[in-house]
């Protein structure tokens, strides 16, 4: 069945290669379809295009295909294009012409449309909700290891100390600038393109406003050309959000792997979160960390799939903005289980507490035993060159006893500060 049906069939092949892989993706996507599809009957009723009872009875059979979707048991055979034309047969074969009065005074388009934007705020809120989870893992991490030394490197060469304390709560702040991205998306989700039919409106005495406080949107997308243009963009937008995320995670995703080489034995995780070799036997394989560093790079890459897609197009609604379903819908389930697996593991990690007692870390304290002789009185040129000096010579003495106390350095981490940051998000 096509909701586009008149009378004839298209050829096999093109049929297979215009429908693609709708119907397997409208599986996430009915539940959404049901629920715009209801506040579209109500409304109906309430401009009177449905009499009460046809109005309540759609609002019934929908319920039951929504009880169907959450069960696991609706499906979309090949002789349906999509969610659209299944969700309509049942309706008609339930309720025979009542059933087909539900696409009065609107298109496919803005079905898909609306059914988007739906699923994008929840899937928007969820993932803002694994990122706080993570979030609040790495914040209580800091706060345990915050008097764990860690060495600080630029251009990978030894730097100056830092500590776990400041690693951990670096990504759980950078997380709160992920999260603006996040929250920026959900704004553009949260407007009702319903009503915008094919692209121009209709005819019928719509109530926009109804449908856009039923459905529980902020506001309405009020130019119907305007709401058609937005199919792609809120895509784009929720891809850019999470590709914010991504890097985040890839960054840290590739710390892990370092620090947990031999080279370097910062950390380590229990055996059952790493793998092993099938012919080494003494290897334990950062697996999960590395497949969140590859995960999260092809995440980065979603916004330029997009941009591919919907660039150049004209406004109006083209087959092209098909494809961004198949691009986003899985970038989504990526992104969940990235967040989902690392929460997972980091509360496992276990931290070595005399990294620094290595002599090569030595030099990680030149810069404080500089600045000691600045404190003293030396110009800090002078202080720089008999550092250097020493440090040529081999007479340099390291100064251990270091204190860092302004805000966010390693003395003073600043935690409640970060926490009160994420909790104005909400």
Known sequence: MKLWDKGFSTDKKIDQFTVGNDRELDLQLAKYDVIASKAHAKMLGKIGLLTQKETQELVKELDAIASRIERGTFTIEPSFEDMHSKIEYMLTLSLGDTGKKIHTARSRNDQVLVAMHLYLKDELSEIKSRTKELFDLLLEKAETYKDVLLPGYTHLQIAMPSSFGLWFSAYAESLIDDLYFIEAAYKVADQNPLGSAAGYGSSFPIDRSFTTKEMGFETLKYNVVAAQMGRGK????????????????????????????????????????????????HKKNPDVFELVRGKCNKLQSVPN??????????????????????????????????????TFSLAEIQVNKDILEDEKYDYLFSVDTLNELVQNGMPFRDAYKKMGQEIQQGTFTPKRDISHS?????????????????????
């Open 234 to 281: 809120v895509e784009k937008a929720t891809a850019f959000g999470m590709a914010s995320i991504a890097s985040t995670l890839s960054k840290m995703a590739m710390d892990i792997c370092l620090y947990m080489s031999q080279n370097f034995n910062f950390i380590s995780f229990p055996d059952e979160l790493t793998t092993g070799s099938s012919i080494m036997p």
């Open 305 to 342: 799939q997009l941009t591919l897609v919907i660039n150049n197009l004209p406004s109006g609604y083209h087959r092209d903005l098909q494809l961004v379903k198949e691009i986003i819908v899985p970038a989504i389930q990526d992104m969940k289980a990235c967040l989902e697996i690392l």
């Open 406 to 426: 302004h805000v966010g350095s390693l003395g003073n981490l600043c935690l409640p500060e970060i926490k009160a940051k994420m909790d104005k998000l909400g």
